[in-house]
Nanobody
Framework: QVQLVESGGGLVQAGGSLRLSCAAS????????IGWFRQAPGKERDFVAA????????SYANSVKGRFTISRDNAKNTVYLQMNTLKAEDTAIYYC????????????????????WGQGTQVTVSS
């Protein structure tokens, strides 16, 4: 089991940047794909990005491609989400989560395939 804690959220103007961190505890962090999801008020939790356990594969939602970058440092048990050129529609609570299955080859974009959710970090982009 992996325990995750997000940090780095805040208030930023449109066009600005933020970097979110997802710190993990648990010996098997390096065997799980880690994903970022976000949930705006009154909306479902949506996939944002994910990085495979072997660091070779990455997936992004179309809405963030070219603006967000996910990276992970298995030695530090941390996954990052660099968010650039932020827009008002990026406002949401951002969560990181671990794939239910270790060593999964394909990256899932479905929230139901992830567990060990963190508590979330609020990102607010003012227009």
């Amino acid at each position: 089991q992996v325990q995750l804690v997000e940090s780095g959220g805040g208030l930023v103007q449109a066009g600005g940047s933020l970097r979110l961190s997802c710190a993990a505890s648990g010996r098997t962090f390096g065997t799980y794909t880690i994903g970022w999801f976000r949930q705006a008020p009154g909306k479902e939790r949506d996939f944002v990005a994910a990085k495979n356990w072997n660091v070779l594969s990455t997936s992004y939602a179309n809405s963030v491609k070219g603006r967000f970058t996910i990276s992970r440092d298995n030695a530090k048990n941390t996954v990052y989400l660099q968010m650039n050129t932020l827009k008002a529609e990026d406002t949401a609570i951002y969560y990181c989560a671990a794939d239910r299955l270790p060593l999964r080859v394909a990256i899932s974009t479905q929230a139901a395939d992830f567990d060990s959710w963190g508590q979330g970090t609020q990102v607010t982009v003012s227009s």
